[in-house]
């Protein structure tokens, strides 16, 4: 017997994440590689799922195949109650085009909708590592009456531009929803802040199925959810914000809490691994009581022979250093470091080999990679842009499977 309103999810997934090159080279981003053990997918589907959403559709096109196997192998739910967790590739099913943008995504794929006949319709991103029980914003939404609620947060006018920016009077109803300006407004309270949407809605199913047919007909739209659907709501007077900083997450601690990042530049990426490894990290990944889920390896433990080190840092399973020091890094699973190699500040994905005396700083390094011996990485900067990506912030981002 159903208490809960009936809710489905549709994950907007199908992102290219060109700045993210060369992590998105030949995968989606949201199947990027995070935190030493999860891919980036898995961080919206944990808050949906710790939420008791169980009906979701993850609408997928580009460079598919990591992110397709990963949500079928992880994502596995028992289809007991009813409940799923369904990868759905672009299929051409309206004729013969891909998706031009993420309200095309829903429109092609309105059959979904139409079979699962939700009361309402969560639709979220899945580009970013944040903690949020959905549950909060879906019961505002419904006490509201808005056709459709915005998750709004707080970020640093000058981080705007890549963002859609929002505009509310103390009711909460959205007067101005500006994508991506060049010239981000300040809030009332504050100048130097801009209330930024956070590219996750919750709809009332007819008003997002009107408003998704209506775009596909108008075709001066580019058929985006922030760059159209929205704003078409607000200029409606349909749309209402929600303050992501009344989210309440269990078990979060003073200093994760309200914690969301956009990881969509490899500097952001980044920054977003530091906020994990410090003592007291940013953002906790220990809360047990709103659990992060990824992929369950079946591995040994990680082993540390002949003095081999590391501090501040997160080492994944099945993983081996041998007289190597490791500091503030984010090292995942079978990653094998050798006797008299250095590692600081860096992001060692699965599978890495780090051969002997090698120095690796600043780094991004992708699946498989090996580091021969005695190669330095991330110190000469001018060598390494000739050889690596080199981000603004003096990050080296080396692809996957690369021999240096
Ligand atoms: P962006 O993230 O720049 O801004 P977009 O590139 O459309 O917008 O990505 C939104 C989500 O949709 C991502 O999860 C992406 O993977 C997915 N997506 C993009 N194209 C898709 C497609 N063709 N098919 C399926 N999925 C697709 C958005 C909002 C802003 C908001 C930011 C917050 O438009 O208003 O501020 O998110 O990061």
Redesign the pocket.
């Known amino acids: 017997m159903r208490t809960q309103p009936h809710v489905l999810g549709i994950?907007?997934?199908?992102?290219?994440?060109k700045r993210l090159f060369p992590m998105t080279a030949d995968r989606?981003?949201?199947a990027v590689p995070f935190g030493g053990a999860y891919r980036l997918i898995d961080f919206v589907l944990s808050n949906l799922v710790n939420a008791g959403y169980l009906r979701l559709c993850v609408?997928?096109?580009?460079k598919s195949h990591s992110l397709d196997r990963h949500i079928s192998q992880t994502w596995r739910l028992s289809g007991f109650g009813g409940e799923y967790i369904t990868p759905v590739p672009?299929q051409q099913r309206l004729g013969p085009r891909?998706?031009?943008?993420?309200a095309?995504?829903i429109f092609q794929s309105l059959n979904l909708v139409y079979d699962e006949d939700p009361e309402y319709i969560v639709v979220?991103?899945?580009?970013?590592v944040y903690r949020m029980d959905p549950e909060q914003m879906v019961q505002q939404h419904i006490d509201s009456g808005a056709g459709v609620t915005v998750a709004g947060i707080r970020v640093p006018r000058s981080e705007a531009t890549?963002?859609?920016?929002i505009d509310s009077d103390a009711a909460g109803n959205i007067t101005q929803f500006l994508?991506?300006p060049a010239d981000p407004p300040g809030t009332p309270d504050d100048p130097t802040t801009t209330f930024?949407?956070?590219?996750n809605y919750v709809f009332t199913t007819k008003v997002l199925v009107d408003a998704i047919k209506a775009d596909a007909e108008n075709t001066d739209s580019d058929h985006?959810?922030?760059?159209n659907i929205?704003p078409a709501l607000v200029e409606a007077g349909m749309a209402s914000v929600y303050d992501f900083k009344d989210n309440v997450v269990p078990g979060a601690t003073e200093r994760d809490k309200g914690y969301w990042r956009?990881v969509?530049t490899i500097d952001a990426f980044y920054d977003a691994h530091m906020d994990l490894v410090s003592v007291h990290p940013v953002f906790n990944l220990y809360n047990k009581r709103w659990p992060i889920r990824g992929a369950a390896e079946n591995l040994p433990p990680a082993k540390f022979v002949q003095g081999g080190l590391a501090q501040e840092s997160i080492v994944g399973a099945g993983s081996i250093l041998s007289a190597a020091t490791v500091r503030n890094s984010v090292l995942s699973s079978s990653v094998m470091i050798d006797a008299g190699a250095t590692v600081e500040g860096s992001v060692i994905m699965p599978g890495v080999r780090i051969g002997r005396n090698a120095v690796v700083r600043n780094a991004i390094l992708d699946k498989n990679v090996v580091v021969n011996p005695g190669e330095i990485i991330g110190v000469d900067r001018e060598r390494d842009k000739d050889r690596f990506t080199v981000s603004a912030g003096g990050v080296v981002a080396v692809g996957k499977g690369v021999w240096i």
Not at 98 to 102: H, I, L, R, V
Not at 162 to 165: K, L, M, T, Y
């Open positions: 994950v907007l997934a199908g992102g290219e994440g989606a981003k949201p609408l997928t096109q580009y672009a891909w998706y031009t943008g993420s095309d995504a979220f991103g899945a580009d970013h890549a963002f859609g920016c994508e991506k930024a949407s956070m590219g985006d959810m922030g760059g929205i956009d969509g």
